[in-house]
């Protein structure tokens, strides 16, 4: 099985910078995507970002220039960052990773860490 384990939220001042990791407990390259999801208060878990294992990455649109995913396979770790953070970012944010058949195959949850942006 495959395990993610992501670092601590924080309370932020608009405008502020975070930066999210998450590790997984196996080599990362074995994932065809892996992803960021946010969910704010009392809505549905939505995708922040995508990085590709070939390294193409995807970022919603209304978090496009500000956040930023990225990879480092030698530490198996995905990374989030967060920049010129809104109000509206606020919200529990998850790392997924997904592999498409074979060994391993399925999707994997980190658990969710809060980050609350203030105004």
């Known amino acids: 099985q495959v395990q993610l384990v992501k670092s601590g939220g924080a309370l932020v001042q608009a405008g502020g910078s975070l930066r999210f990791s998450c590790a997984a407990s196996?080599?990362?390259?074995?994932?065809?995507?892996m992803a960021w999801y946010g969910q704010a208060p009392g809505n549905q878990r939505e995708l922040v970002a995508t990085i590709t294992n070939l390294g193409n990455t995807y970022t919603a649109n209304n978090v496009k220039g500000r956040f930023t995913i990225s990879r480092d396979n030698t530490k198996n770790t995905v990374y989030l960052q967060m920049n010129s953070l809104k109000p509206e970012d606020t919200a529990v944010y998850y790392c997924n990773a997904i592999k498409y058949g074979g060994q391993f195959s399925g999707a994997y949850w980190g658990q969710g860490t809060q980050v609350t942006v203030s105004s």
């Open positions: 196996r080599s990362i390259s074995i994932f065809n995507v």
